[in-house]
């Protein structure tokens, strides 16, 4: 059973939340407060957190998702009434995985947790490419690989830290290396957003596995911007 981790500051929403989940089969932990979330003992255990930005006193949501970000690449799903491009781009460059914006209907946040699901884990085996199931991104720098029997990124015999978005972004980019992708065709394919999805958690997240891939993310030469049509990964 999905543990989930709320932390919402308005009781009302934080109750009927978790219990409309526990509803559709969640198991849920929630919190008025960042401090108590993260004291609590299952933090470590949770398979989505479900995070407010606007809390009272102590620590805000965007604090909190980065400090979950220090500690684990579990996804985060942001519920707030901040709805501007600057806080939805603050918010996702903090880490968090996906943003729905408040008055929202529990519907939709059970659509987006599906769709989550069906991305984890993501060390699982993965149908192969090329016989071997690897895609060399970047052949001169360490090398680094995509191994997708095993679900990691590896730049030599290292480990690279992506989360699972990161993860599954670049398995869809890698596996249209070569090919330009539409932000919708990427927020449809990775997101499984439909019609109601925000283009812009494209645009954060490909800014965030530039960082993970570019020898110097200001100047991307594997993963570039086609103007007017999307993103393309060219294999070095």
């Not at 946040?109 to 199931?133: D, I, K, M, Y």
């Amino acid at each position: 059973m999905p543990r989930l981790l709320v932390l919402e500051d308005d009781d009302g929403i934080r109750v009927s939340l978790a219990m409309a989940l526990e509803d559709e089969g969640y198991e849920t932990t929630s919190h008025p407060d960042a401090e108590a979330a993260l004291r609590d003992p299952v933090f470590g255990e949770v398979d989505v957190f479900l995070v407010d930005l606007m809390l009272g006193a102590g620590m805000d949501g965007f604090d909190f998702i980065r400090e979950v970000r220090r500690r684990s690449d579990v996804p985060v799903i942001v519920l707030s009434a901040k709805a501007d491009t600057h806080d939805i781009v603050a918010a996702l460059e903090a880490g968090a995985d996906d943003y729905v914006t408040k008055p929202f209907e529990i519907k939709e946040v059970s659509a987006r947790l599906r769709a989550l699901r069906r991305r984890l884990p993501t060390r699982v085996a993965e149908p192969s490419h090329a016989g071997t199931g690897e895609f060399v991104i970047d052949s001169a720098n360490g090398p680094l690989v995509l191994d997708a029997h095993a679900g990691v990124l590896r730049r030599g015999a290292d480990a690279v830290h992506v989360t699972v978005t990161e993860y599954h972004l670049l398995r869809e980019l890698a596996t249209s290396a070569g090919q330009v992708l539409s932000r919708q065709a990427l927020l449809e394919r990775v997101w499984d957003h439909g019609y109601f999805g925000d283009q812009r958690i494209v645009d954060v997240h490909v800014r965030r596995v530039r960082t993970k891939i570019e020898v110097d993310a200001s100047e991307p030469r594997l993963l570039v911007t086609v103007r007017g049509l999307g993103y393309r990964l060219d294999c070095a």
